[in-house]
């Protein structure tokens, strides 16, 4: 069999044309009556709409099987393409053969065309992907990794894959998963009485990363340009719509760059991901647009059009106490700001997205470059309407004596970092990144309100089945 995706079915394909198409039953109608005909909708995750085949009476199986047809049978049916009587889609299928491949029990089957919650739905990750919202969000996903790997390949940056299992803590980053292959019932113990780590698998306490940044850096500083694309992990107990405990993360990675640079290629990268979306999701988008976030549209196509707002954390204190609102978290000079704060930034001073740079050095991890003023860093937080934090990065503190300053002050143990320390040793080079969350840049594409919808199977605190 070979198989024509409905997609290019309904896009490219002439009345008249010859074709097989498999996939699942949506909906099906059955016509009674002395010309009795079935019409199935069909659905093959290649795009949203479905493709109607049409099934005449003379179909051999038609009483036995196609009449039987309904919501989650996976089916195969070929025949032409022709000019459709209904309204909604231009051709139809006239089948004159359609193979069941596998049935679907109409009493049990958990996703039928109708209205399910989220939350309903979550239960069902499995199943869900075969959902109009799920299955837009899953080709929006992927059209946003592509357009990633695309932009920075255009640019020469190279692809690098950072351990998922480490033993540095990016510090500041977030509570960490344990990796350990101790018996929790009888785990080894030192003379002291801790538990002797010596014994785990590695000879040493490791975890799941929290980021790749200390690792990219090392590369940065050899091949240049860099970035990594993948999963990161944090145990914070944030049930939040915007939080997850498995995320994808991409961090790239710049030599020779300044904070003014990285912010520089932040704002294009955005705009990249976004015009991306615009132009190769469209019926997706459409979708999104009618039923999720009517805005999402009109925002994307703003956030790629105009330039992006830049301005100091002290100013943006500054507007935020002359706002004259009263705020859940106080604001304070030094305080690090909540997602009420940004989105009044983002949605109602400016309007559009919004880059905070040289953040109070005591609420910034210890890499992050010293500011001659001696009270911040060169940080900088992408901040876009609704979501708040999308980006966080800053440039590196590159000096060694001041890096092992700082690393001291957190009660960091400078010869932990001997290799990350190496980099300001030998060639030491001014060098900036940042990192960006897939899953919150989905979420803003695609105008879904709860992280857990846009990414297969969340992992949550106190969840993860499947
Ligand atoms: P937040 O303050 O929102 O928790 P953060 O300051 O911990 O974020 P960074 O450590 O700077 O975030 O991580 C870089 C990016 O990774 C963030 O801008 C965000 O897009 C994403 N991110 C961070 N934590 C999570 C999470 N728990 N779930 C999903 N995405 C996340
Ligand atoms: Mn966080």
Same mark, same amino acid.
């Given at each position: 069999?070979?198989?024509?995706?409905?997609?290019?079915?309904?896009?490219?394909?002439?009345?008249?044309?010859?074709?097989? #198409?498999?996939?699942?039953?949506?909906?099906?109608?059955?016509?009674?009556?002395?010309?009795?005909?079935?019409?199935?909708?069909?659905?093959?995750?290649?795009?949203?709409?479905?493709?109607?085949?049409?099934?005449? *009476?003379?179909?051999?199986?038609?009483?036995?099987? #196609?009449?039987?047809? %309904?919501?989650?049978?996976?089916?195969?049916?070929?025949?032409?393409?022709? *000019?459709?009587?209904?309204?909604?889609? *231009?051709?139809?299928?006239?089948?004159?053969?359609?193979?069941?491949?596998?049935?679907?029990?109409?009493? !049990?089957?958990?996703?039928?065309?109708?209205?399910?919650?989220?939350?309903?739905?979550?239960?069902?990750?499995?199943?869900?992907?075969?959902?109009?919202?799920?299955?837009? #969000?899953?080709?929006?996903?992927?059209?946003? %990794?592509?357009?990633?790997?695309?932009?920075?390949?255009?640019?020469?940056?190279?692809?690098?894959?950072?351990?998922?299992?480490?033993?540095?803590?990016? &510090? /500041?980053?977030?509570?960490?998963?344990?990796?350990?292959?101790?018996?929790?019932?009888?785990?080894?113990?030192?003379?002291? /009485?801790?538990?002797?780590?010596?014994?785990?698998?590695?000879?040493?306490?490791?975890?799941?990363?929290? %980021?790749?940044?200390?690792?990219? &850096?090392?590369?940065?500083? *050899?091949?240049?340009?860099?970035? !990594?694309?993948?999963?990161?992990?944090?145990?914070?107990?944030?049930?939040?719509?915007?939080?997850?405990?498995?995320?994808?993360?991409?961090?790239?990675?710049?030599?020779?760059?300044?904070?003014?640079?990285?912010?520089?290629?932040?704002?294009?990268?955005?705009?990249?991901?976004?015009?991306?979306?615009?132009?190769?999701?469209?019926?997706?988008?459409?979708?999104?647009?009618?039923?999720?976030?009517?805005?999402?549209?009109?925002?994307? !196509?703003?956030?790629?059009?105009?330039?992006?707002?830049?301005?100091?954390?002290?100013?943006?204190?500054?507007?935020?106490?002359?706002?004259?609102? %009263?705020?859940?978290?106080?604001?304070?000079? /030094?305080?690090?700001?909540?997602?009420?704060?940004?989105?009044?930034?983002?949605?109602?001073?400016?309007?559009?997205?919004?880059?905070?740079?040289?953040?109070?050095?005591?609420?910034?991890?210890?890499?992050?470059?010293?500011?001659?003023?001696?009270?911040?860093?060169?940080?900088?937080?992408?901040? #876009?309407?609704?979501?708040?934090?999308?980006?966080?990065?800053?440039?590196?503190?590159?000096?060694?004596?001041?890096?092992?300053?700082?690393?001291?002050?957190?009660?960091?143990?400078?010869?932990?970092?001997?290799?990350?320390?190496?980099?300001?040793?030998?060639?030491?080079?001014?060098?900036?990144?940042?990192?960006?969350?897939?899953?919150?840049?989905?979420?803003?594409?695609?105008?879904?309100?709860?992280?857990?919808?846009?990414?297969?199977?969340?992992?949550?605190?106190?969840?993860?089945?499947?």
């Amino acid at each position: 069999m070979k198989r024509t995706l409905i997609k290019d079915a309904l896009a490219a394909m002439p009345v008249g044309t010859e074709l097989t #198409v498999a996939g699942w039953v949506r909906t099906v109608r059955n016509h009674k009556g002395t010309h009795p005909l079935s019409f199935v909708n069909l659905n093959d995750g290649s795009c949203l709409a479905t493709l109607q085949v049409v099934a005449p *009476a003379a179909l051999e199986n038609f009483v036995s099987e #196609v009449q039987r047809l %309904s919501a989650g049978c996976s089916v195969a049916a070929t025949g032409r393409l022709v *000019a459709s009587q209904g309204k909604g889609q *231009a051709v139809e299928l006239l089948a004159s053969r359609l193979r069941v491949v596998g049935w679907a029990d109409a009493e !049990t089957y958990p996703v039928q065309q109708k209205h399910h919650t989220f939350e309903f739905l979550r239960a069902q990750a499995h199943l869900r992907p075969r959902t109009n919202t799920f299955g837009a #969000v899953t080709r929006v996903r992927n059209a946003i %990794s592509f357009a990633i790997h695309e932009f920075f390949q255009q640019r020469g940056f190279v692809y690098v894959n950072t351990p998922i299992i480490t033993a540095s803590d990016c &510090e /500041g980053a977030g509570q960490m998963f344990r990796v350990s292959t101790l018996d929790p019932a009888k785990l080894p113990r030192t003379p002291e /009485g801790n538990v002797n780590f010596a014994e785990d698998f590695f000879g040493r306490q490791t975890y799941l990363t929290v %980021s790749g940044q200390l690792e990219g &850096e090392t590369y940065a500083c *050899a091949l240049g340009n860099v970035y !990594t694309f993948g999963p990161t992990f944090r145990a914070e107990n944030s049930n939040t719509p915007r939080h997850l405990a498995e995320f994808w993360m991409i961090e790239p990675e710049m030599a020779f760059c300044d904070l003014a640079g990285d912010a520089d290629l932040a704002e294009e990268f955005l705009k990249h991901i976004f015009t991306a979306v615009l132009t190769r999701c469209r019926e997706d988008m459409a979708f999104f647009a009618e039923h999720i976030d009517k805005t999402v549209i009109d925002t994307l !196509t703003h956030i790629a059009a105009s330039p992006f707002e830049r301005l100091s954390y002290t100013q943006a204190i500054d507007i935020l106490t002359r706002s004259g609102k %009263s705020w859940e978290y106080p604001i304070a000079w /030094g305080g690090d700001l909540q997602t009420e704060h940004e989105r009044y930034l983002t949605e109602e001073v400016f309007n559009k997205p919004v880059i905070l740079t040289d953040y109070p050095a005591q609420i910034k991890p210890f890499y992050m470059r010293s500011n001659d003023d001696g009270k911040t860093v060169a940080a900088m937080d992408v901040l #876009v309407p609704k979501i708040g934090e999308i980006i966080g990065g800053s440039q590196r503190e590159e000096r060694l004596d001041v890096l092992v300053e700082k690393m001291k002050n957190s009660h960091l143990r400078p010869e932990d970092y001997w290799w990350y320390l190496d980099l300001r040793r030998y060639g030491t080079v001014e060098h900036a990144g940042f990192g960006l969350g897939l899953e919150r840049t989905v979420q803003f594409a695609t105008g879904m309100a709860n992280i857990r919808d846009v990414i297969p199977y969340p992992r949550t605190p106190g969840s993860a089945e499947f």
